[in-house]
Structure formats: C-alpha cells, structure tokens
C-alpha cells in the first residue's frame, strides 16, 4: 500500500512550504513590499495582463518587479522585462506550481525594500498551484472568458484560495458567447462574496479598476 | 532531506501506474476497443469536441463511450451523456490527471466487446496528465487558438507524449489574433513530425477530418 506513505511525504511538503511561506511573508511586511500571486490556466492571459501592469505602474511611479514560473522557456520574462522592470524567471522543470522555496531562491540579492509591488505569475495550472502558499498577500484567479463558465465550479480549490476573481478577454465575451451572469453565479457559489474585475488586456478594459484595486493595498508608508 | 523520498515514491507511483496501463492496453486489445485520451489546458474544449464525436459516431453506427476526469461535478458526463453513448464520470478529487487505477476502476461492468471506440477525457491541465499512461492507443493533445501560440514551447512534455495534436476554437482564430504559422512551427518544434488537425466544435469545422482520422485507426476486425 503506497497511499499512507504518499500521504505523509505530501503533508510533510507542504508543512515545509507553508513553514518557508511563513518566512517569506515575513520579509515581505518588513521591506514593505505588497505581494501579488497570478494563478489560472495555462493561456488565460497572466502575461498579458502583467505586461500592461507593470507598464502603466512604472509610469506612475511605482516601484513593480516580477518573478515569472514555467516549466520550460524564459518567454514570459522576456515579455515582461520590456516594461523596463526587473523580472525573474523560474524554470520549474516538470513540476506543475511554484513553492515558497522557489521564491526564495528565485530573490536571492534583489533589495525588496525599493519595491512597492512584486507580481509572482505562477506556472499555467488550476490545480497545483492552489495549495502551495508563496507568502504572497493577495493571490489572483485569473479566469478567461472562452475557458467556459463552469470553470470555477470544476476547479473550486483554486478559486476558494484566492482573494480576488480576474475576467480576461472580455474583448471575446460576445463572439465566445460567454454567459457573464452565469460565470458570475458560478464563482459566488464556490467562493460567496469574492471580488470579481472584468478586464482585457488587449483592449485595456478594466486595467484602471484593477490597478486601483493594487494599489489600495499597498502598504500606506510606502505611498505616502 | 526530502527530495530523494519523493523522488523514490513518484518513481513507485509511476511504475505501479505503467503495470496497470500494460493490463489495461492488454484488455483493450483483447477486447478490439480503440482508446483515445484526450488531454489540454481547462477550457480548450475536449467536452465540446466530444459531444460532437460521439453524436456524429452513434448516427454512423459505431459503438462508442467515455469517461471523464474531473476534480469536482459530473457537468461534462451529463454533457456528453446526451449524446446517448454510455459515459461515466471519475472525480480526482484535487488529483491533477486521471491515472490507470482509476480507469480500471471505472470500467467495472462494462462489456468492453461491445464498443469500438472508448474515449478518456482527462483533467484540464497540461502538466500532470503528461505522465500517467491509461493503457490508451491514441493520445490527442488538445490546444485552442485563444490559449496563446506559444504552448507547445512551455508544456513540451504533454505535446511530446501526445501523437496528435488537435487545434481547437478555429472559428475564433481570426478575432483572437491566432497566429497559425507560428502555433505550427511551435507544435513541429516540440515533436517534429507530428499531425495537426485544425477543428472548432461550434462550426464543425474540421470535424469529419478528425472523426476519419480516428476510424481509420479502429481495428479492422471491428469494422469488417
């Protein structure tokens, strides 16, 4: 019987995940620095999405950087570098998620107290990245409007962990023939009360709505 | 440390899993059943495809079923069941892919004899199914036009274990900005060689493509 042991080597992971998580929330507080998680599946728009953050945040003043996961190429840290802000990429090899180790490793020499804001896009996944804390403050399901409205209810973990729902795409709401009340009714069901943004990257839609949304949980000395 | 550990016990897991696919590939022979397991990101549209499969092969006379992976609801074994075609569904729970124990286990009872085609539609993820061998004949790898051209790239191991690869959501492809070329050269990058069927489920396009590439692969024992 392999499955008692398989068990207590994955809860023993974990502990150890949430025990670095701990360690890096931390060194967050102390730099002052406000943490953001980007979570969904593989093409949903994290990238995109970013690339535009990270953009309009570095014009007005902000101090952004961002740790990108994947499994294999360094294309996204590539994409996001050209935003001018410094970018990390993780190469995760076959494993399907980010671990607080990871981050750790990943933010070895960067000084975290010039950051304001720090993006972490994990790897494209609506499973495994739920249960692995990165000591990050928010974390963000990003949810694209041709995956189908159903989405929240067949992957709820994910969406139950996260803080805030992202819609992605929106410019392909209509020719996808999305059913937004449906999407909406979904998430609630798995998540009551959580905060959904409507957005696309393409068009810009939404980006505002989301960028203030960030920014109303920066840490108040760092604005000030 | 636990990294030699877990190796040791995903080493187990896997060669357990590959004894059981070697049974299951065995009773499938035996049985004259032509298995194809889908895979692709969530919401790249294996149900969608599916339904269309299975309503087209019933009208043509062929036997078919399905299975279906999910973490959580049985909406896509409703879905499909429409169809009229036998289809069970298999919760994983928070298991990222299906694995052979499962399949076998939720074959129980079905006279295998009397099917020609049996589908498998795996959990929306591109990175754990990779690994686990269902005992399956075909292997499709689904991937949207929405989804972004750049996947083959950074999930090289599913499309690499995959004998075909499926392109899906074509009547988006012009509104999404899909660049073809480039999605192609990706797919023969990875797995040089490798066919490419281009299909989109709401327009039926490619549809009957798809459907002769699989008849073509039934055994002619069956279709004799």
């Excluded at 507080?29 to 535009?52: D, H, M």
């Excluded at 902000?62 to 996001?80: F, I, K, M, P, S």
């Excluded at 190469?91 to 980010?98: D, P």
């Excluded at 070895?108 to 993006?119: A, I, R, V």
Aim: glycine share 8%; net charge positive; charged share 25%.
């Amino acid at each position: 019987m392999n499955t008692p042991r398989i068990l207590e080597v994955r809860k023993g992971i974990l502990k150890k995940n949430d025990q670095l998580a701990r360690g890096l929330r931390q060194r967050f507080r102390e730099a002052g620095v406000f943490v953001v998680n980007l979570v969904s599946s593989p093409g949903a728009g994290k990238t995109s999405l970013l690339q535009k953050s990270l953009l309009v945040l570095r014009e007005q003043g902000y101090h952004v950087a961002a740790l990108v996961g994947d499994l294999a190429t360094e294309n996204d840290a590539r994409r996001l570098a050209q935003s001018g802000a410094p970018v990390r990429q993780i190469s995760t090899g076959t494993t399907c998620h980010l671990e607080a180790e990871m981050i750790g490793r990943a933010l070895k020499g960067w000084s975290l107290e010039t950051l304001d804001l720090l993006f972490i896009e994990n790897v494209g996944n609506l499973v495994c990245p739920a249960s692995y804390d990165l000591g990050e403050n928010l974390r963000a399901v990003l949810f694209s409007v041709t995956e189908g409205e159903d989405k929240p209810l067949k992957y709820p973990t994910i969406f139950n962990s996260a803080d805030v729902a992202v819609l992605t795409k929106m410019d392909l709401a209509d020719v996808a023939g999305f059913n937004r009340r449906l999407a909406l009714e979904n998430i609630q069901k798995v998540r009551p009360g959580m905060t959904v943004l409507e957005t696309s990257a393409r068009g810009e839609q939404g980006l505002t709505a989301w960028l203030a949304f960030l920014q109303k949980q920066i840490p108040v000395s760092k604005t000030s």
